[in-house]
């Protein structure tokens, strides 16, 4: 590569555009901005379609002047701004390469930066970045859904494995998939059993004309054909933990995915679990996790895994009665409180030839009821709900294997004017996980909850409904009438009291959706409102009675 021509060359370009940017760093760059720059002008060259995008340091941009830097004087200290960047970055991507020239006019660097990878838009710490003209700004959401949408229109899946053969792939797996098939077309059994392997593959469209794809050697391939999807891998990991969260035993599968999920089924104790069904004397005796459950979301892992970015499955059974699954790559639909109240399936998919081929198996389905059953289920047993954590990279579900409160859990289940959406953000609530200001609004709107965001607790109405009074009165805690009565009695009994002394008797008072730190700001409040009104004053740490009272 000729760097002094492509220096001369990005000089003659009549302004800073999309994909280049100069700055004179005479001494010094902000590290931050740097990346910053570097999330934009990655994403900017996806986007147009640019195989590098350029900042330039040592160059004034108003005139194109050299005028040289200083920045990272040390060679070695400039490149480790490699590892520096990649710490912060989607899946640590960092510069092509970082160049330097050595011109009369002073030291230019040349930081050469490629184009976010098809289908990942490229963040730095967290956030994604773009270009308007010169201004670097926040990526605006059409740009950030286009680069996103680069993932489905080109399907990893459906490619083929040009090294490959049918003889790659595992006989008793096709065998299986032939009983599945047939099971799911019990009026085609007799033609099916005419078919050969290669007119099979076709027709469940997992080969292409007898070709073998990526998703054949996942759900059919032998464990030793893995090879041949690298650098992504085929891997299913499951971890028993005990009740400290230390590992007690594991293990690993590999393909064929389609007899591998029988396998991790196998391995996770589903143990039994007795509860008093309401006006019962007899316990009613019900599996941990539903087999449903179990399948379904071992199976969307599956599906939706990004295979590109090279991770796998996992599988962590705990001993505290709960399963996590996850797997790689962002949650495609926009939340899981769209999938339950669509009523429609979801229009795309990262691996649609992976999705059909495990639909044509009877695997997974296509009407997206699976995960609204999925739901409804732990709902009727009276289990905590699914628990879903999404960001860019993870889609992470906790799946509950016992009840946290029997008697809320029945009487929020009997409630039948709630729709199942509801329930599942009052669930939430129970869990005290953060609510989105949507989600606030919507419960508000219902008189569902109380409190201001983030300190809210179910309503009077819920906690009626549900025998939980005692709760609702310790969850909405004392009001700041009280905390002043109690500090002026305190006060009136003794002359004079530290701040401590009012949090021993305040702070187990104070509601429970508060923290520790802000129940201590609350009766710090309370004492700066009374001595305010000159009701008490302080001097250092202790607090009085003013005279006048």
Known sequence: ?????????????????????????????????????????????????????????????????????????????????????????????????????????????????????????????????????????????EELERIRKQGCENDWSSEICRKATISDLSEEAILRARELYTAKNSDLRHEIELWDEKTFLNKVKICIKGKVTRTAILLLGKPESEYLINPAVAKISWILKNRDNIEKDYAHFSCPFLLSVEAVFKKIRNLKYRYLAEESLFPDEVESYDPYIIREALNNCIAHQDYTLGGKINIIESE???????????????????????????????????????????????????????????????????????????????????????????????????KLDEIMLLDKVQKHKPLTKAEFQQLRQKRLIEGRRPNIHISFQVAGKTGQKDDYIKMRGIDNGYCKKIIIDYLQTFSEGKRVDFEKILLDKLPDVLDKQQKKNKVKNSLQLLRKDEVIYNKGKLWRMSKSK
């Not at 330039?56 to 004087?73: E, L, M, P, Q, Y």
């Not at 660097?109 to 308007?132: C, E, N, T, V």
């Not at 639909?333 to 030839?353: G, L």
């Open 320 to 418: 505290e009665s709960h399963l996590i699954f996850s797997n790689m790559g962002a949650f495609i639909p926009q939340s899981i409180e769209s999938v339950i109240t669509s009523d429609a399936p979801e229009s795309r998919y990262r691996n649609k030839f992976l999705s059909n081929a495990m639909v044509n198996l009877n695997m997974i389905d296509t009407i997206g009821s699976g995960i609204k059953r999925m739901f409804t289920i732990q709902k009727e047993k009276y289990f905590p709900l699914p628990e879903y954590t999404l960001n860019s990279e993870q889609v992470k579900v906790v799946i509950a294997g016992k009840i946290l409160d029997m008697n809320y859990a029945r009487k929020l289940a009997q409630m039948k004017e709630l």
């Open 1 to 141: 590569m000729d760097i002094e021509a492509i220096l001369e060359n990005l000089l003659s370009l009549s302004s800073e555009n999309e994909v280049l940017e100069f700055k004179e760093a005479k001494n010094s760059c902000n590290f931050d901005e740097l990346g910053k720059y570097f999330s934009a002008l990655s994403n900017e060259a996806n986007l147009l379609g640019k195989e590098d995008a350029w900042l330039v340091f040592g160059v004034k941009d108003n005139g194109k002047k050299i005028v040289g830097t200083h920045f990272r004087a040390d060679t070695t200290k400039l490149q480790n701004l490699k590892a520096e960047i990649a710490n912060k970055t989607t899946h640590r991507i960092s510069f092509k390469e970082i160049h330097e020239v050595h011109t009369p006019q002073g030291r230019v660097i040349l930081f050469q930066i490629p184009p976010a990878p098809k289908g990942i838009p490229l963040a730095w710490a967290g956030h994604y970045y773009g270009r308007d003209g010169e201004q670097l700004n926040a990526l605006n959401l």
